[in-house]
């Protein structure tokens, strides 16, 4: 199976600060058909998680802008440009390149 | 817009059986992968069981295969998860989810395994 190691596991941060997120891959997530299925997700406290990007930096649609991704091969990032209160939660990367598709352990990120 | 309910979790003792639904809404059912996903208390996330838009194709992680039959019903646009010879381990909030790259999530269904 990929392993999928996030670091850190936990992630304090003032608000209007930036954090950045970071997720790597036991495998190259290159999929033969040249695309990178390395994706991103937001659990809020008592939600279900949320897709934030898709495929390595696509924004899903009313994300805010301040959520980038990046990255390539086995080397990922997750970055929020501004912490808000709104994004306290954990934040989990997945691959879908190979089967089973797996999750990395989680980020939790809280405010200072 | 995208719905998907997940419904007939509970507390059941180790051995028993469950069968999982998740009704979808708002999208062409057909055309899309669908996916299980649990979640045990306080851990991560784990993919367990997808299948195609066709049942052509189904894959299961290891910890579930042999035990757990996903499966779905296209005229009900409803998705199934059959699970057999439950264990402690199981216990999880499993969630239904839409498409390869997951889009969209249910609310979750809570299963507890527990004599």
């Given at each position: 199976d990929v392993v999928m190691t996030q670091s850190p596991l936990s992630l304090p941060v003032t608000l209007g600060q930036p954090a950045s997120i970071s997720c790597r891959s036991?495998?190259?997530?290159?999929?033969s058909d040249g695309n990178t299925y390395l994706h991103w997700f937001q659990q809020r406290p008592g939600q279900s998680p949320r897709r934030l990007?898709?495929?390595?930096s696509n924004r899903d649609s009313g994300?805010?802008?301040r959520f980038s991704g990046s990255g390539s091969g086995t080397d990922f990032t997750l970055k929020i440009s501004r912490v808000e209160a709104e994004d306290v939660g954990v934040y989990y990367c997945m691959q879908n390149?190979?089967?089973?598709?797996t999750f990395g352990q989680g980020t939790k990120v809280e405010i200072k | 817009q995208v719905q998907l309910v997940e419904s007939g979790g509970g507390l059941v003792k180790p051995g028993e059986s469950l069968r999982l639904s998740c009704a979808a809404s708002g999208?062409?059912?057909?055309d899309f992968y669908m996916n299980w996903i649990r979640q045990a208390p306080g851990k991560g996330l784990e993919v367990i069981s997808s299948i195609s838009g066709s049942s052509g194709s189904t894959k299961y992680a290891d910890s579930v295969k042999g035990r757990f039959t996903i499966s779905r019903d296209n005229g009900k646009n409803t998705l199934y998860l059959q699970m057999n010879s439950?264990?402690?381990?199981?216990t999880a909030v499993y969630y239904c989810a839409r498409g390869e790259w997951l889009p969209n999530w249910g609310q979750g269904t809570l299963v507890t395994v527990s004599s």
């Open positions: 036991s495998q190259s997530l290159v999929y990007i898709y495929k390595v994300v805010p802008d390149t190979h089967w089973p598709w | 999208f062409t059912f057909t439950l264990r402690p381990e199981d």
